[in-house]
């Protein structure tokens, strides 16, 4: 296989609040040719641990979905849901690891912390994505993605269905592109190709 | 990321923190570890992981804020209520019938936790025979546990955790408010022991029916996590109990053949064999 054949990209970052749920599984549904790539996915929700989020995202998708379990192995071909109440952090080894430290924007799990670290080991493998919220959490994170040579993707604000998460982060570091909610997908489908 | 703290200087740091003064923090997950650390920069005002580190070498008295702030001591009184509700009706009956009752809060921080057991004990009317043994690393957390006062802005929240838990009375009665802080009543630290013990590099200096060591393990690499959880088997008597965080699991360790889940799924197990 020649080199450009297949996609740089091993790794996508995925941070929203709860509104951007559907947005999600637009994503999940897309992507499930990309067996390649892992994909982690943080959304701002309550404390309870239920496994709601794992179920409906399993519902739209033929990769594995998993809750990520502290030390795990990061698997390729995998939708990683962070847990609620926990930082998700990576390793360099490739592995997870959670952390019950300070909340980050009133956050755990804070997208900032988890875009920051996924920037530290996958740097120009990693793709951010960041979605509708109505907070600061992200704009940080994503910034770290693209100085570390990754791609990222802003929603649209204006027609997010909170545009200030997304917002602030075009506000502070050039994104690569700003894309439809609904649009999130397909193009990933073809970056990730 | 300008500000992040990079892996050959988080190695110079905790090299320096070994050889200096004893403190072994090389196993511990690294992407937390480098997250304290650029936090400390910032609180602290280091210019540069230079200034930082010539701190370090040059203050011996910087060491314990060092170590507190490397360390995350996040904690609160019935922590995961549901864990301690399958602890007044699963593991107490049991505990009940023994003569004495020996518990070890392994990386106890601030005391929360424990002070939520020996609620729980008093509440069965078991403690005036059990002895909480509160450790950790950090001399300045448990320090705390001594005092036993806990900041009254948290009281509502406990108060929540405590009946969820299954606790029947109102949480007030266990503690009298002064000025921002709720002071806990002194029958309950009468039962405690407090020292500190390091996990990494300590021994097993006891043997207990209980060990609860939550939300301790998750800053741990698999490799030490795997030592620790061999020091609790070893500290464990036969049929005893280990409970471990929400997050934390025994599945894949060594030990794991000697223990069995509870049923409910909750983080505790029993030492079978
Ligand atoms: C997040 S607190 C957990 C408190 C309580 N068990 C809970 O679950 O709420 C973690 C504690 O582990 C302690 N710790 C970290 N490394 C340790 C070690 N090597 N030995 C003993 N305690 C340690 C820290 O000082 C901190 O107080």
Redesign the interface.
Known sequence: MAEGDVSKYRMVVIGGSAGSLDSILKIVAAVQEAVDVAFVVVVHRGKS?DSILTDLLSSQTKLVVKEV???ELILPGTIYIA?P??HL????EY?F??????KVHYSRPSID?TF??A??VYGPALVGVLLSGANADGAVGLK?IA??GGFTIAQQPATAEVGYMPQQAINLTKVSVILEGEDIGIFLKTLLK | ?EN?VK?EELDLLLDELFRSYGYDFTNY????L???VSRLMIIDRFPSFAELLYRVRQDPAYLTRMVEELT?N?TEMFRDPQVFKTIREEVLPILATHPFIRIWHAGCATGEEVYSMAILLDEANLLHKSLLYATDLNPTAIENIRKGVFPISEMKQYSENYILSGGKHDFSKYYTAKYNWAKFDDRLKAKMIVATHNLVSDRSFNEFVLIFCR?V???F??YL?DNVLTLFDDSLEKLGFLVL?????LRFSPIARKFKQLENRERIWRKVM
Do not use: H
């Not at chain 2, 965080?245 to 699991?249: A, I, L, R």
């Open positions: 641990g379990e502290d030390k847990p109440d926990y952090l990576l390793e360099n592995t690891s959670l952390d019950a430290s300070e912390v920051e670290s920037a530290l770290n100085d570390a | 990321m992040s892996d997950a690294r992407a937390s480098k997250r304290r995350v996040v939300n393990l998750i800053y690499d698999k996590q965080g929400s997050k934390e699991n």
